[in-house]
């Protein structure tokens, strides 16, 4: 908006060449021709922003560490500053520290889906080495009965379920992320109104610590979980048999 102000001016910028002579006047007459070249690249985003965009812009500058300003207003929180010591949450690689809010609140949304998925495949992991009545030839590792599992059920059991499993991811995607960085205006992370038996509870006090229990929960489970997956990949023997007999 700037450079279409100064190609505003450029008629005065013409008018002035004409009383100089020399390096001085092709100086002055390539004014307008650089004026008029950046008006025209400018002058659209100049319509959407208006004067009042153009001081925003220059008074109020991008707030620094405003992903971290963010991240410490939310809840989480609750081993980051005893272990980690951090003011805005465990984040070593600084990946939110100047990424938009809404980006955070994709991150935090991540963060708990990943973590419920977690905690079901922990124990899935656990509980399915020592009971598995659906499948009982599929023994051995996590991993083994996976494969197993994949063999006695056919491939298109597990190409079902993937399937599935993208159809839904499609359809949350759709109704919840602005392209694939933010979150929507008015989503609030990691809430889909699930709650077919009404455990959530009514005060805000008693909901924040089960918003914290569920959250710092599926942080560990989602270590647990690779944590099995790597023991037994180096030994090849299911994790549980160090506690019961098989």
Known sequence: C??????SASPSARALARG??????????NIPKLADRLSLVSSSKCKRTGVGGIRAAMESPETPDRGWKHLDSMYGKVYDN???REENGWDPMGLARN???????????SELVHGRIGM????GQLFGEVHHPLFPDATGTAWEQY???GKVAGPMFLY????????????????RFDGIEKLKAGQEPGVYGWDPLGLAPKNDEDLLRLKNQEVNNGRLA???????????????????SKFVDL
């Open 2 to 7: 700037i450079f279409a102000a100064a190609a």
């Open 120 to 123: 079901l495949a922990i124990l």
């Open 147 to 149: 494969v197993a599992i």
């Open 222 to 240: 989602m270590v647990a979980a690779l944590g099995v997956l790597a023991e037994e990949a180096r030994t090849g023997v299911p994790v549980m």
């Open 99 to 109: 990424v938009d809010p809404a980006t955070v609140d994709r991150f935090r949304d």
């Open 82 to 84: 005893m272990l980690f």
């Open 20 to 29: 100089v002579k020399g390096p001085a006047k092709a100086a002055a007459l």
């Open 160 to 175: 079902g379920f993937m399937a599935h499993v993208h159809i839904q991811e499609a359809g949350r995607f759709a109704d």
